[in-house]
């Protein structure tokens, strides 16, 4: 009687620091969108760089990629470029498009959070 | 018959112990590994931004009808430009040493594409057995 006691007092004292480390390598362990938005602005970026007439029109960004007319544009919570389905960042809640002086800055939001980086030089 | 529990106050902080060392030393890996990806995200980036100067330049020579062979500076980018039969290969000197060899339509004068040769490619930093 004495043995079971004692185990179920070790089980529930190792219960809270096995549920808080479960937590934490959860947390760690989740698909990490920030690290993956900024690969997927790196490629997106080396696109640009060979793009020609670059051209924000509403909330699409339009270009001449390798002689195609091609848009950079939200559908269904995902910016794809078109034509065809290339995702550069999914699951956002909304995304615009900007220039200041020479740059192109593209704004997007998650999950509540809003973060803008620049993805093109037009001089 | 009597039993000895010495040691279960130690024994239990010692499960304890090996539990956060555990959750610790993963943890520790995964942030390694996010600011390894970090670190080869702007060093990318870095490339492109002086890439972007390059071909800038290119193209605009190009519009101009006034590329020549040589060295050049744009945007505190050094780079020796030198004409191909498919294109053009730039050699950049500094900030960051690499080749581009450029898809070049001279008559027509438009830029397609281009191919970016890294010296400090991390396929060429594995370090190989022996």
Same mark, same amino acid.
């Given at each position: 009687?004495m043995?079971?006691?004692?185990g179920l007092?070790v089980i $529930?004292? *190792?219960m809270p620091v096995c549920?808080?480390? +479960?937590?934490?390598l959860?947390?760690?362990t !989740? ?6 938005d ?5 490629q997106?970026?080396?696109?640009l760089i060979?793009a020609?007439s670059l051209e924000i029109?509403? $909330?699409? *960004?339009?270009m001449?990629?390798?002689?195609? +007319?091609r848009?950079l544009?939200?559908?269904? !919570?995902?910016l794809i470029?078109?034509p065809?389905t290339l995702?550069f960042l999914?699951?956002?809640?909304d995304?615009r498009?900007?220039k200041e002086?020479?740059v192109?800055l593209?704004s997007?939001?998650?999950s509540?959070?809003?973060q803008?980086?620049a ?5 | 018959m ?5 040691g279960?106050?130690s ?7 090996m539990?956060?060392?555990d959750?610790?030393g993963i943890?520790?890996?995964?942030i ?5 990806a970090a670190e ?18 290119v193209q605009?020579s190009?519009?101009n009808?006034?590329?020549?062979e ?7 980018t050094v780079y020796?430009l030198?004409l191909t039969?498919?294109g053009?290969?730039v050699?950049?000197?500094q900030?960051?040493?690499?080749t ?8 027509e004068?438009?830029f ?9 490619d991390v396929?060429s930093?594995i370090?190989?057995?022996?």
């Amino acid at each position: 009687m004495m043995q079971i006691l004692l185990g179920l007092a070790v089980i $529930a004292m *190792l219960m809270p620091v096995c549920t808080l480390s +479960i937590a934490v390598l959860c947390r760690q362990t !989740s698909f990490d969108h920030q690290i993956q938005d900024e690969i997927a602005l790196t490629q997106l970026r080396r696109m640009l760089i060979v793009a020609d007439s670059l051209e924000i029109s509403g $909330a699409e *960004l339009n270009m001449e990629y390798q002689g195609e +007319i091609r848009c950079l544009q939200m559908v269904n !919570s995902n910016l794809i470029m078109k034509p065809g389905t290339l995702i550069f960042l999914p699951q956002i809640e909304d995304c615009r498009f900007r220039k200041e002086g020479n740059v192109f800055l593209l704004s997007w939001q998650r999950s509540g959070v809003t973060q803008e980086r620049a993805i093109a030089y037009a001089p | 018959m009597l039993r000895s529990r010495r040691g279960f106050v130690s024994l239990f902080f010692l499960t304890v112990l090996m539990l956060c060392s555990d959750v610790a030393g993963i943890l520790l890996v995964n942030i390694c590994r996010r600011a390894e990806a970090a670190e080869n995200i702007c060093r990318a980036n870095a490339y492109l931004v002086q890439e972007s100067a390059v071909i800038n330049a290119v193209q605009c020579s190009l519009k101009n009808d006034s590329l020549k062979e040589g060295s050049c500076e744009t945007a505190g980018t050094v780079y020796t430009l030198e004409l191909t039969g498919e294109g053009a290969q730039v050699q950049i000197l500094q900030p960051f040493p690499e080749t581009l060899i450029l898809d070049l339509d001279l008559e027509e004068g438009i830029f397609s594409d281009y191919e970016a040769i890294r010296f400090d490619d991390v396929s060429s930093r594995i370090p190989t057995t022996r």
